[in-house]
């Protein structure tokens, strides 16, 4: 029994046998990827589980395998990622969920977890460097290792399988502080394209920091040094010339 | 007896089954460091809730790291005790520790004496991998009269936890909040004060780091010594002599009696007084109370309530004043001994000395916590001022003597000032439990058979364990005795007693395991049952040594009784010596 959701045309709760493939399951039974988009990555086993990618699409369900994999049956939960998912983070959203969980026994998941979390979250502020990657991988390994029960020897897996298995995203939100996916809003960078821009001013006046200028009826222009990347342009703008990168 | 071999460090143990890894370890002279670990031998008591995770060790073909504290060792298993893997989680465990610590060791009163900072020196932590503005837990700080809570400092190792539910039973403390905000606080966070605490002190004699200390007035002592308008006199309690030596280097057991009084003239007391004198004192009124109840309950008087309960000890008055609201008629009416100095100072010996009350500031040097308490109940002042101003403990003087800059080892042996200094044997063994007992076994003995007690040492009152009982033969009557030390034993003896299952007819009670020599305002011993044994040796000895054995013979209480008081259970008595108790009960 699994619970299919995310970002899939069939969602629901679905009754399959032991052993047949993830492809099965998102391509067959939950009809593939909603909005044609491409599939990015699945994360099973609920909030300790892992993520895995197109790599393991093969792979038959069960206990072991999945664990072989990074990832476990654990809760039954399965959620599919798509394109415009970002990593670093879902690690984070899970890592939330785990740090409000702690019972606050044992040291490492009362404070590890929330150190991994605060890490996590300078990361996507852009402000991250690769140390942090190393001292996260260092931190989620010890805390699997020690941690006095289940909650925390699970804790990291999702931190630890897309360090595993997306590995180059994080780098990129620290080196070229860009996120794939555009999700992390510190790292986007808003730009109008002259092309489009009608100059209607809907932006310079939603703008909460000033930071868009031009006449009326000509492109309009951001100050990238004021922008806060709130993206409020982005939605006001009726002609799409804000372009997110 | 069924033994298990196995491997530590490349070293081949046996023990006996059921020892720990870090049991064994330790036999086999391997230290595996720990922090959250407490073994109190002497009251059969293990906290090894394995939380820490600093002493985790790993067994190849495990799948994670074991608490070596929580982890029996089975037949043929290998442990690495210093393994890549377990000095990398273990240090990655402390640096984590330390991330949600203050860094103001150098200010805090813990420092030198703190298990967190003893393992970031041992592991040799030059920094702490975490990111800049880490957030903290941070917490409400909480000030008693006795004892401060300052949470931010707690390391959850839940030790306190452990004495004042389990050895205690005070059930003051306990894990409260989730995750990063868990922290070791009375019900509802609420203050101490408002709390069942009792202020025994037990909780900060176990605390590893600075979460919990004592209150420290050296720093009001020093200033009524600096003011010329005060006349600063001070009192020392029987068990302060038995372990001061150790802040000093003194093997424990050490009595340095003659140096300490030596130290304190030194540091400007105007007179060095002795508790011991009014323990003496409390013997004279709490025996003869004794006998009085006795002798009634004997001649078939039904009023009487029986078994007579000690009242030196006040985590104890706080602890039944809380918890036996009921029964505030049993125990003694007479004050504890540093209540009786202050308020026999501030009148007969004021008077004798020409000093005026206001003038006059009353210091005592306590082994316990609940003292500094005690002292600023309300019924110990006159007017607004009390009997004894400030009660510090033993660590504390140590501190003071440090700060006076006086080499304690090289002082001259010197002796109390008179009258109040002179003691008998008897005032000295308050120090331990089943003393108080038997030093008014031995004034009772006396006026109750008319007869000279022949034997004065009552063996079968001393000891170690918890609860002990004894029938002393009063000449053909047999007085039955009940000792308890430890709250948690306490409890036991007044729950049966509520239920009728003893026929006692005294019964002596000490919050601290050991009685006062445990007390929390003791140098640390962290349970090590040796130090204790050791001061109570010492204790025994210098009872021994004493020409004079029991406290009615003591000249100067005969002198103090002949001069001011009358006799005991006077009226003056009454006023000035004895107390009466309030039920707060609290939740």
């Known amino acids: ?245 | 007896m069924e033994t298990v071999k196995l491997t530590i460090d490349n070293r081949h143990v046996e023990v006996p089954k059921g020892t720990t890894i870090l049991q064994a370890a330790h036999q086999a002279g391997i230290n595996i460091p720990s922090l959250c670990y407490m073994n109190l031998p002497h009251l059969a008591q293990e906290h090894k809730p394995g939380s820490c995770r600093v002493c985790v060790v790993e067994i190849p073909g495990r799948k994670n790291l074991v608490p070596a504290c929580a982890t029996e060792c089975t037949d043929g298993i290998t442990v690495l005790s210093h393994s890549l893997r377990a000095i990398n989680a273990r240090r990655t465990v402390v640096e984590l520790l330390l991330s949600d610590h203050p860094k103001d060791c150098l200010i805090c009163p813990s420092s030198g004496n703190c298990e967190l900072q003893k393992l970031s020196i041992t592991m040799g932590i030059r920094e702490i991998n975490s990111v800049e503005n880490a957030a903290m837990s941070t917490y409400r700080k909480d000030a008693s009269p006795a004892l401060n809570r300052n949470m931010d400092k707690c390391v959850m190792c839940r030790s306190c936890e452990t004495v004042c539910n389990e050895i205690q039973t005070v059930g003051a403390l306990s894990a409260v909040n989730r995750g990063f905000m868990s922290v070791v606080a009375p019900a509802f966070e609420q203050e101490l004060t408002d709390s069942p605490c009792t202020f025994c002190g037990q909780c900060v004699a176990v605390c590893p780091t600075g979460a919990l200390t004592a209150v420290d007035n050296t720093f009001h002592v020093i200033r009524a010594l600096a003011d010329s308008n005060k006349f600063v006199v001070v009192q020392t309690a029987p068990a302060v002599r038995a372990a001061l030596g150790e802040e000093f280097g003194y093997p424990p057991g050490t009595s340095v009696t003659g140096k300490m009084v030596a130290a304190l003239r030194s540091l400007g007391f105007d007179k060095v007084f002795d508790t011991d004198f009014a323990a003496d004192l409390t013997i004279m009124e709490e025996g003869t109370e004794l006998l009085d109840r006795i002798t009634r309950f004997l001649n078939g008087d039904k009023n009487v309530r029986l078994p007579i309960l000690t009242s030196c000890c006040p985590a104890w008055v706080n602890f039944f004043e809380t918890n036996y609201p009921d029964m505030l008629d049993v125990p003694s009416t007479a004050r504890s001994p540093q209540q009786m100095f202050g308020a026999i100072a501030k009148t007969y010996m004021a008077e004798k000395l020409g000093v005026k009350r206001e003038d006059m500031v009353v210091v005592s040097v306590m082994p316990c916590l609940a003292k500094k308490y005690e002292c600023q109940r309300d019924e110990f002042k006159v007017d607004g001022n009390p009997d004894v101003d400030y009660a510090i403990t033993t660590r504390e003087l140590a501190h003071l003597i440090k700060i006076g800059n006086i080499d304690f080892k090289t002082l001259k042996e010197e002796d109390f000032d008179r009258p109040m200094g002179e003691s008998s044997g008897a005032g000295v063994i308050f120090g331990v439990t089943g003393g108080v007992i038997e030093a008014a076994t031995r004034t009772a003995y006396e006026l109750f058979t008319g007869k000279k007690l022949e034997k004065v040492d009552f063996h079968e009152l001393r000891g170690m364990e918890g609860i002990r009982t004894a029938s002393v033969n009063f000449d053909g009557t047999y007085i039955h005795i009940g000792i308890a030390h430890t709250l948690g034993n306490a409890r036991k003896l007044l729950d049966g007693i509520r239920k009728g299952m003893y026929n006692f007819h005294a019964i002596e009670i000490m919050a601290c395991p050991g009685g006062c020599i445990g007390g929390g305002g003791q140098p640390l011993h962290r349970g090590n049952s040796i130090v204790l044994k050791a001061r109570m040796d010492a204790i025994y000895k210098e009872d021994f040594n004493k020409t004079i054995r029991k406290s009615h013979e003591n000249p100067e209480i005969i002198q103090l009784y002949e001069e001011f008081l009358g006799k005991p259970l006077s009226e003056k008595s009454h006023k000035l010596l004895h107390t009466h108790y309030f039920s707060h009960p609290k939740q």
Do not use: W
Request: glycine share 10%.
């Open chain 1, 1 to 245: 029994m699994f619970a299919l959701a995310g970002k899939i045309n069939n969602v629901g709760l679905i009754e399959v046998p032991m052993g047949i493939t993830l492809r099965e399951i998102i391509y067959e039974i939950g009809g593939g990827i909603k909005n044609g988009k491409k599939f990015k990555a699945v994360q099973t086993g609920g909030p300790s589980g892992g993520c895995l990618t197109e790599a393991h699409l093969d792979t038959p369900i069960d206990f072991d395998s999945l664990l072989a994999a990074g990832s476990m049956m654990g809760s039954g939960g399965m959620i599919v990622m798509d394109e415009d998912d970002c990593m670093v983070s879902i690690a984070k959203f899970y890592l939330e969920f785990i740090v409000e969980e702690s019972c606050g026994k044992c040291t490492p998941c009362r404070i590890g977890n929330k150190r991994m979390l605060e890490i996590l979250e300078k990361i996507i502020q852009g402000k991250g460097n690769m140390e942090d990657l190393d001292h996260l991988r260092n931190l989620a390994y010890v805390i699997k290792d020690t941690s006095l029960c289940g909650l925390g020897q699970s804790s990291p897996n999702p931190v630890l399988s897309t360090l595993e298995n997306f590995y180059d995203e994080y780098v990129a939100h620290v080196k070229e502080k860009r996120c794939f996916a555009k999700q992390c809003k510190a790292l986007a960078r808003y730009t109008i394209n002259p092309d489009v821009c009608t100059g209607c001013t809907i932006c310079a006046r939603n703008c909460p920091v000033d930071a868009i200028t031009g006449e009326k009826r000509e492109p309009h222009f951001i100050n990238q040094e004021i922008c806060i990347h709130c993206g409020v342009c982005y939605q006001k703008c009726k002609f799409n010339a804000i372009i997110v990168e």
